[in-house]
Structure formats: structure tokens, C-alpha cells
T-cell receptor
Framework: QKEVEQNSGPLSVPEGAIASLNCTYS??????FFWYRQYSGKSPELIMF????GDKEDGRFTAQLNKASQYVSLLIRDSQPSDSATYLC???????????FGTGTRLKVLA | KAGVTQTPRYLIKTRGQQVTLSCSPI?????VSWYQQTPGQGLQFLFE???????NKGNFPGRFSGRQFSNSRSEMNVSTLELGDSALYLC???????????????FGPGTRLTVT
């Protein structure tokens, strides 16, 4: 089992729809969770972080964390073609404090 | 506030040579991590430095090494380059390291290394 798992996609959604990206993790002790957006040929950009169970909203983005089920998700409302990118989930390992990245989900927003 | 900077941005080297990449973290950030990113393997952790000490290390051969200076700037070195070392090398900095919960990490633009 991978430490952080994401569906590689591509996830295709029409413009204006809600895109839902999911991530599961294996380290039950993890406390810190992050979502990065990476455009092709560019470096990852931090877009959301969440440390407590529940929802955290920032503009069109909502991060959801469920520690009991060991998953974290990212919702993008009113998806735009400019949101088309790879979204990386990252978790800090509770023992080593290393970042563990998933392999990313490629999102395509269709105009 | 200036972001993470990496130099050089692009590099072409020949197999067998060595290379040194540089990273300057965000001002005030003390932790610097290095990653290798390839299309096939995704984002792979190389090592992390905090206060000039290596705190974590990934599963890379000893040809990959790094160091951090007292001003938090970091360098990584790859000796005896192989074709498979062609990748985007990313540096990321964060304010804190250790047992705090606040650990947001910010990436630099990367150095694209091509080994021929």
C-alpha cells in the first residue's frame, strides 16, 4: 500500500462544475495535509493546507479532512479551464516529519 | 516577499560529470528540502536540511549529496551523472521543522537537468 494514494486521472469536468479530488493516506498519526497545483512544466504551488477534521474554505477551493477514514479531499467550485493541472496531495509523516506526496491527479476542465 | 530561488534554471551535462545546484529559501525559512521529479516516478524526496544538518533522507544513492549554509541557503551535488538523473530538481523551503503543526512548504521554480 502506498503511503499517499491518488487517482491519476485524468478527471474531466465541464467548465462551471465542481471538481472533486480525493486522496487517502496510510499513516494514522499524520496531522498536516496539503494540496498543491502543478501546471505542466512548472513547479508545485501550495493552494490549501488543513490540519483539523472538517472543511476549510478558501475562495473556490474547499479542503475536507476525515482523519478517522484517513482521507483528504479538495473541491474546486465553478471550475475554470485555467484550473486544468495536476493536483498533488501531500501528508507529513508523523514519525519523520517528511513530506509524503501522492502521484497526483490530472484535472481537465473542458470549456 | 521574495520566493524560493534556484540556480541555474537549466543545465545540460554529460554522463560522468558532476553538477551542483543552488537554492535560496524564503527569507526567515530555516528548512530546505530537495526533490527530484520525473514523468515516470513523480515527486521523489531527496533530503531535508535544517540548521545546516540533514534531518531526513530519501532513498537515493550516495552520488546525491547536499549541504546547507548558515544563511539557510542550500546546495545539492550529483556526482558521476547518469542518463537517468535527467529530471526537474525542486527545492522547497518552510518556516519551521520538527514538531510544530505549521509546516507549509513552498517550492522554487526548479532546475531542469539534462544528462546526455
Amino acid at each position: 500500500q502506498k503511503e499517499v494514494e491518488q487517482n491519476s486521472g485524468p478527471l474531466s469536468v465541464p467548465e462551471g462544475a465542481i471538481a472533486s479530488l480525493n486522496c487517502t493516506y496510510s499513516d494514522r498519526g499524520s496531522q498536516s495535509f496539503f494540496w498543491y497545483r502543478q501546471y505542466s512544466g512548472k513547479s508545485p504551488e501550495l493552494i490549501m493546507f488543513i490540519y483539523s477534521n472538517g472543511d476549510k474554505e478558501d475562495g473556490r477551493f474547499t479542503a475536507q479532512l476525515n482523519k478517522a477514514s484517513q482521507y483528504v479531499s479538495l473541491l474546486i467550485r465553478d471550475s475554470q479551464p485555467s484550473d486544468s493541472a495536476t493536483y498533488l496531495c501531500a501528508v507529513i509523516h508523523s514519525g519523520t516529519y517528511k513530506y509524503i506526496f501522492g502521484t497526483g491527479t490530472r484535472l481537465k476542465v473542458l470549456a | 516577499k521574495a520566493g524560493v530561488t534556484q540556480t541555474p534554471r537549466y543545465l545540460i551535462k554529460t554522463r560522468g560529470q558532476q553538477v551542483t545546484l543552488s537554492c535560496s529559501p524564503i527569507s526567515g525559512h530555516r528548512s530546505v528540502s530537495w526533490y527530484q521529479q520525473t514523468p515516470g516516478q513523480g515527486l521523489q524526496f531527496l533530503f531535508e536540511y535544517f540548521s545546516e544538518t540533514q534531518r531526513n533522507k530519501g532513498n537515493f544513492p550516495g552520488r546525491f549529496s547536499g549541504r546547507q549554509f548558515s544563511n539557510s541557503r542550500s546546495e545539492m551535488n550529483v556526482s558521476t551523472l547518469e542518463l537517468g538523473d535527467s529530471a526537474l530538481y525542486l527545492c522547497a523551503s518552510s518556516l519551521k521543522a520538527g514538531q510544530e503543526l505549521s509546516y507549509e512548504q513552498y517550492f522554487g521554480p526548479g532546475t531542469r537537468l539534462t544528462v546526455t
